[in-house]
C-alpha cells in the first residue's frame, strides 16, 4: 500500500531455535525475547510457560542474543544449559535476562508512560499496520562485548516502535552502517527486530530506555534509568565506552561521579572525537556526536567523522 511502510512485517519474531545460534554461541539469532506482544498476554515469568514452535512470544531484541538459548535450553535440560555456558563463574545471561524483564516493565516516569503508550496508539501515518513495541528498550548487542554505547533515548517511532535499540529510523541506518564498516556488526541494516542483525564485541545501551515528549528527557527521567545502565556496565565490564553526544556522556559521568570515581564531570567535557582515560580500571571514554538528523543532515556529523572514532576505538581494543 502506497505510504505504508513493510518494515514492521515479523516484527516480534518467535523465540529462536538452537538450529538459528551463531557457532560462537554468545552470539545468538538478534531477535530473542521474553516479552509478550505490546497487545497480548503478560510477561512470562517462567520459561517452561515458553514453547518454541507454538506460542507467539514478542522481542525486545535486547541483550537476548544470549538468553534466547538459555531460555530454551532450560525447558529441555537445564544442566546442559549450565555445563555449556558458565565458564568458571556465575551465567551471565541469566542475570541480563533478569535485568532485561525489570527494565521493560518499568514504570518509574509519569511523564514518559503515557507519552510513549499514546505514540504506540496512535502511530505514525507510514507504520500504520505495525504493532508498535511501546515500552522501555533495553540494551541490545553482545553480552561479552569489549565496547559500550551509550546512546541517549529510544526514537518514538525507531525503537519505540521495533523495540530494538536505533532501529527502524534514519539514526539507526547511520549507526549500524558505520559499526558494520568497522567490524561491531554483521550487516548494514537495520529496519526491523526479525532482520538477522547480529553485533560483534559491541553492546548499545542509552541514558534513558523510554521514548521521550520531542527527544528531551528531564534530568530527574535520567536518573531514574541510571540504574539500569548501571547494572549492565558491572555485568559485560567493557573495556571502552563509546558515549553519542553530550547526554549519554554526561550520564556516564554522573554514574562515575556517584560511585565516588571521580570527583566531578570538569575534567572531561563533549567534544567529538575526545578520548579520555579514566582512574583506576574504568573503561577508556571516547566521545562522538549522536548520529541524530539533525546532526547528520547538517553536515555536522560525516560518516567520515565517525568512521574516524571507529577506528581510535578498534585501535585500542586490538
Not at 505510504?3 to 552470539?27: M, T, W, Y
Not at 506460542?55 to 542474543?65: D, E, F, P, S
Not at 532450560?74 to 542475570?95: E, L, W
Not at 526479525?194 to 536518573?223: F, H
Amino acid at each position: 500500500m502506497e505510504g505504508v511502510s513493510h518494515d514492521c512485517e515479523n516484527q516480534f519474531p518467535p523465540i529462536f531455535l538452537p538450529a538459528k545460534i551463531n557457532a560462537r554461541l554468545k552470539l545468538v539469532g538478534s531477535q530473542i525475547g521474553l516479552q509478550s506482544n505490546l497487545d497480548g498476554a503478560k510477561l512470562a515469568d517462567n520459561a517452561d510457560n515458553l514453547h518454541h514452535s507454538q506460542r507467539n512470544v514478542a522481542t525486545t531484541t535486547g541483550i537476548r542474543q544470549l538468553s534466547s538459548y538459555i531460555l530454551w535450553a532450560r525447558m529441555k535440560d537445564a544442566a546442559t544449559c549450565c555445563g555449556r555456558f558458565r565458564a568458571g563463574g556465575p551465567m551471565r545471561g541469566d542475570t541480563l535476562t533478569i535485568l532485561e524483564r525489570e527494565i521493560t516493565s518499568c514504570r518509574k516516569c509519569p511523564r514518559l508512560v503515557p507519552y510513549r503508550e499514546e505514540v504506540a496508539r496512535t502511530k505514525r501515518r507510514a507504520y500504520r499496520a505495525c504493532t508498535y513495541w511501546g515500552r522501555p528498550v533495553p540494551a541490545f548487542g553482545d553480552p561479552e562485548a569489549r565496547l559500550v554505547i551509550i546512546g541517549l533515548a529510544p526514537g518514538a517511532h525507531g525503537a519505540n516502535r521495533t523495540g530494538r535499540m536505533f532501529t527502524g529510523d534514519r539514526s539507526g541506518d547511520f549507526l549500524y552502517e558505520q559499526l558494520y564498516r568497522a567490524g561491531f556488526a554483521n550487516q548494514p541494516q537495520s529496519k526491523r527486530a526479525d532482520d538477522g542483525l547480529i553485533l560483534k564485541d559491541a553492546l548499545i545501551s542509552a541514558a534513558i530506555r523510554c521514548a521521550p515528549p520531542a527527544n528531551k528527557p528531564l534530568p530527574e527521567e535520567i536518573r531514574n534509568c541510571l540504574p539500569y545502565l548501571e547494572q549492565e556496565l558491572a555485568l559485560i565490564r567493557p573495556r571502552a565506552i563509546l558515549a553519542l553526544g553530550g547526554i549519554a556522556l554526561n550520564t556516564y559521568l554522573d554514574l562515575l561521579k556517584r560511585q565516588g570515581r571521580i570527583a566531578s564531570r570538569a575534567a572531561f567535557p563533549f567534544s567529538h572525537g575526545a578520548s579520555f582515560d579514566l582512574p583506576g580500571e574504568l573503561p577508556r571514554l571516547f566521545a562522538a556526536y549522536h548520529p541524530s538528523q539533525q546532526n547528520t543532515q547538517t553536515g555536522r556529523l560525516t560518516p567520515t567523522m565517525f568512521a574516524r572514532v571507529l577506528r581510535q576505538i578498534r585501535r585500542f581494543l586490538d
